[in-house]
């Protein structure tokens, strides 16, 4: 059955009805998932996870891999990034998300809206939401961390945010030697500037990246670029 808009999309309609209608957010979920012709939300959101592209994405990806995952707000990139975890997970990979965004919380509330069960997934799945989260943060983390392990930055920019961090172009140059050394696939969701226009370009890409300092995007092997339910995919 096709949705009569994208995942996240359906979502923030949902929130905005938690809001306006005085309802727990659950509910709002399961009337918006009656809309679409689901008689809750988590089978809206499982029969989705069947045809999203996440699979063939991960697919796609390689131990030593830095990937820029990048979208506008509310395209679902966050959504992404925790799929390609899940994606990891199923194939029995482990996987580490920093969050400098988002609560404990919000995150397992987005793994339900996703159709994923954090709990199944045991000690393979980490979360850090720490204020430290910086490269050097994310390299100690992941000192022992196997080969294969999926790593998720949430995001780009916020990484040089503070004065005490080094530059952003030092950071990612520290998590590529990351990647590669250690065998690991380090995706790093990254905002797209204001200046994008979906009228001009349906889907964004590495020009639309915003770069409030310095980086050399190149540094990144692949990238993917979300709008509006489209998926780009593209080696740098």
């Not at 069947?50 to 990048?70: E, H």
């Not at 707000?73 to 988002?102: C, D, H, I, N, W």
């Not at 590495?206 to 995007?217: C, H, S």
């Amino acid at each position: 059955m096709k949705l009569s808009a994208p995942i996240p999309t359906l979502k923030r309609k949902a929130r905005l009805l938690a809001r306006t209608g005085h309802i727990p957010l659950h509910q709002a979920l399961d009337r918006i998932a009656a809309e679409e012709g689901f008689g809750a939300w988590s089978l809206l959101a499982a029969t989705s996870a069947a045809t999203r592209p996440a699979g063939k994405l991960f697919a796609r990806l390689a131990p030593g891999d830095l990937v820029l995952l990048g979208a506008r707000p509310g395209q679902g990139k966050t959504l992404m990034g925790l799929e390609l975890a899940v994606e990891a997970m199923k194939g029995g990979q482990r996987s580490t998300f920093f969050t400098l965004e988002y609560t404990e919380s919000e995150v397992l509330d987005r793994f339900r809206s996703i159709g994923a069960d954090r709990a199944q997934f045991g000690g393979l799945f980490e979360l850090d939401s720490s204020d430290t989260i910086s490269a050097a943060h994310i390299a100690r983390r992941m000192a022992m961390a196997p080969r294969g392990t999926v790593v998720v930055v949430d995001y780009l920019q916020l990484l040089d945010q503070k004065r005490e961090n080094p530059a952003l172009m030092d950071q990612v140059q520290a998590l590529k030697s990351l990647a590669r050394d250690k065998g690991l696939i380090v995706i790093m969701i990254s905002q797209i500037d204001r200046t994008y226009d979906p009228s001009a370009k349906a889907v964004p890409d590495l020009d639309d990246v915003r770069l409030p300092n310095p980086l050399d995007l190149k540094l990144f092997d692949k990238a993917c670029f979300l709008n509006q339910g489209e998926v780009r995919f593209q080696t740098v």
